[in-house]
Structure formats: C-alpha cells, structure tokens
Nanobody, 115 residues
Framework: QVQVVESGGGLVQPGESLRLSCTVS????????MNWYRQAPGNQRAWVAS????????NYVDNVKGRFTISRDNAKNTVYLQMNNLKPEDTAVYYC????????WGQGTRVTVSP
C-alpha cells in the first residue's frame, strides 16, 4: 500500500520560514519524480516545484523562485520544500505528488501566512 504523508505546515508571519516534508512508502521512491502543489482557498490546485528522481534537476513556478527550495533524500524516501520569506499569498494547502508510471498524492499540509 502506497502512503504519501506531508508534514511541517503551520501558521507563520510574513517573512518567516517553514520546511515541509513528504515521506513516501510502498514505492521505489528513487525512481519517482516528486512535485509540490498548493491550493489556496477558492483556487485550483497549482504546481509549485518539481525535482527529478536523482535530485539533480529542479524547477519552480516563477512566484516562488529564489524563496523556495525543493530537495530530496532518497535514503529516507523523503522530499522537502524549504520555504523562506513567506508571504500571505503563499497561504494554501500544500500537496506532495509522486510521479512515475503511476501518480500518488498526499493529503496535504496547511500553511497559513498571516501577520
């Protein structure tokens, strides 16, 4: 059984940082590309960042470039999203996605950025 579990969300003030984690079990993690998505209230789910299976290639949506960093530890079956200089518009539920020949989603972790 595949499990995708996000953690690390919370309430922070603008300018602060959070690190999200996503741990996956039940798949050959190191063969999967990993993505982070987010869904703000009233909006559709949107792609935020991706990392290839080896961790050598990363990509970001423009409005998080320079603030967010995606990384992975294949020995721990975990992908991370380091989020710095958070802004109120980063408020959303953040979802982890594993992609290879099948796609798996986590349940999400909520991030709220508010003064």
């Amino acid at each position: 059984q595949v499990q995708v579990v996000e953690s690390g969300g919370g309430l922070v003030q603008p300018g602060e940082s959070l690190r999200l984690s996503c741990t996956v079990s039940g798949i050959a993690f190191s063969t999967y590309a990993m993505n982070w998505y987010r869904q703000a209230p009233g909006n559709q789910r949107a792609w935020v960042a991706s990392i290839n299976p080896s961790g050598s290639v990363t990509n970001y949506v423009d409005n998080v470039k320079g603030r967010f960093t995606i990384s992975r530890d294949n020995a721990k079956n975990t992908v991370y999203l380091q989020m710095n200089n958070l802004k109120p518009e980063d408020t959303a539920v953040y979802y982890c996605q594993a992609v290879y020949w099948q796609t798996y989603w986590g349940q999400g972790t909520r991030v709220t950025v508010s003064p």
